[in-house]
């Protein structure tokens, strides 16, 4: 499970998402409030020059247009700002009469405040492109009323927005540099503090995963004294239990196991003395067979039970010699084979040339993996009649495989079949542990042992065994 990868991206959307979210507005909102400052400052600068400078010559609107249009002219020869501010005096007709930057200080202005200015008689502002230049500018321009009444022309101050947008770009650029610092110092602290989170919650994942697998009673080790120590000690005191329990069960069945298999062992030995007996009739003598048979198949329950309690407390140990396999499985094959043979079922030997090799095993343990294979193929595959049994060499292994041409197992349980009790949709009689027993065999031996649905139906059983070197 990769929780890792979720948790982190659910991290990053909740905390760094909503993060960059706030201070990107932050960002927008603090260059736009001073975007406004700037502007609204330099606004109002220009209104109050050019209502002062207004004013100023006010009392110069008396003279000739000869001598007004030379005071003006020699007003903006001698303008004190004119490295930030241009001065214009434009004539009614739009004509650029006068310029602080000189006589030819290029094309007369043709921005809309100018005629604006003219028509509404008050002071009118503009931000925006100059026509002429494509250049960004803000403009003020004050209509210059004559003694008469009538507008004979309009001062203009004007400054390009070039430094002032500059500056407003540095405060965007400062403020993203620092909402870059806060989102790599918000990173760098929630990395160490995932981790922090995920390391344990992995360890805990992989120690849960172990008591599923079987391990119980297997501890987790943790320093943490929060929520996930309290998660850690609750799995420790539930593995403990589980533990526990097993070992109860595990004693409990054992008990019993031996109890039941010495009365019906008892119950065998006198069902085969009463059936010498050639005096019995043929409805007690079918009595006897069945009860016979019934202890012989109760008998077999108990012995598994018995195998899979030693193997659950640990306590199977196996005779390991080097052993002719082939031998020993041709030997359980042909033992078998007589069995199924009367209940009509035929039971086939592949034969083959390969050179089996002798391994190192257990071949009392190994043959009773065999049997019961068989014996499951036959519980639960002999509605097909035949079962095919063969034995080859691989590659460093030896591979034993038994199918059946029955109904095969449903996809859905094929990764249950080899847990203990699992008896699935199968209505075969039995404890449910008999592949859990033969599985633990194989591993204990270092192979293992798989189940699959065969092609054209029934089930394969493969049983890989490591060839001794």
């Known amino acids: 499970m990769n929780f890792k990868s979720s948790l982190r991206t659910r991290w990053l959307v909740n905390t760094l998402g909503v993060i960059l979210a706030l201070g990107m507005a932050c960002v927008f909102a603090i260059t736009a409030l001073f975007a406004n400052y700037y502007y609204s400052n330099m606004r109002s600068d220009l209104y109050d020059r050019a209502e002062s400078t207004a004013d100023f010559f006010a009392e110069y609107l008396n003279q000739s247009y ?18 930030r501010l241009e001065l214009q005096f434009i ?28 028509q509404m008689r008050t002071i009118r502002p503009y931000l925006g ?25 309009v001062l203009r101050f004007v400054t390009s927005t070039r430094l002032m947008d500059m500056q407003i770009f540095q405060v965007a ?61 609750t799995i420790n005191d539930l593995s403990i239990k589980i533990s526990q329990n097993e070992k109860m069960q595990a004693g409990f069945i054992s008990q019993l196991s031996h109890e039941l298999r010495t009365p019906l062992t008892v119950i065998k030995g006198w069902c085969e003395t009463l ?28 012995t598994e039970l018995l195998d ?14 080097m052993q002719d396999i082939r031998a020993s499985f041709e030997e359980a094959v042909f033992m078998y084979a007589s069995r199924l043979g009367m209940e009509g079922i035929e039971l086939k030997y592949l034969e083959n040339d390969d050179d089996i090799p002798e391994i190192r095993c257990d071949t009392d343990k190994l043959r009773q993996v065999f049997l019961n294979i068989l014996d499951n193929a036959a519980k639960h595959g002999g509605d097909g009649k035949r079962i ?30 080899k ?51």
């Open 308 to 321: 899979f309690t030693r193997m659950q407390g640990e306590n199977v140990t196996l005779s390991m010699e």
């Open 129 to 153: 492109k100059d026509p002429n230049t494509s250049e960004r500018i803000m403009a003020m321009s004050s209509p210059m009323i004559y003694s008469n009444g009538e507008v004979i022309g």
């Open 419 to 469: 847990k203990k009790f699992f008896k699935g949709s199968s209505k075969a009689r039995g404890t449910g542990i008999g592949l859990a027993v033969c599985d633990e065999i194989v591993e204990l031996h270092g192979g293992s042992l798989t189940l699959e649905n065969a092609e054209g139906g029934g089930t394969l059983v493969t049983v890989t065994l490591p060839a001794s070197e």
């Open 173 to 233: 650029l400062i403020s993203l540099l620092a909402l870059t610092v806060i989102l790599a110092i918000v990173l760098i602290s929630g990395e160490y503090f995932m981790r922090s989170i995920m390391v344990p919650v992995q360890e805990i994942t992989e120690k849960a995963q172990q008591i599923a697998n079987g391990s119980y009673g297997a501890q987790i080790q943790t320093k943490y004294r929060d929520e996930i120590g309290v998660l850690a000690e």
């Open 275 to 302: 059936l010498v007996d050639e005096n019995m009739d043929d409805m007690t003598r079918q009595g006897m067979k069945t009860i016979h048979g019934e202890s012989a198949r109760m008998i077999e329950m108990v």
């Open 388 to 417: 095919d049994a063969s034995i080859h060499n691989g590659d460093s292994t030896v591979i034993v495989r038994i199918r059946d041409y029955g109904p095969g197992i449903p996809e859905d349980e094929i990764p249950l079949v």
């Open 91 to 118: 004539s009614k007709d739009g004509t650029l009469v006068a310029s602080s930057y000189g006589q030819w200080a290029g094309q007369s202005p043709t921005t809309s405040e100018i005629q604006e200015a003219i």
């Open 66 to 83: 000869n001598e007004y249009y030379q005071s003006c002219i020699n007003y903006a020869q001698s303008f004190s700002d004119k490295d």
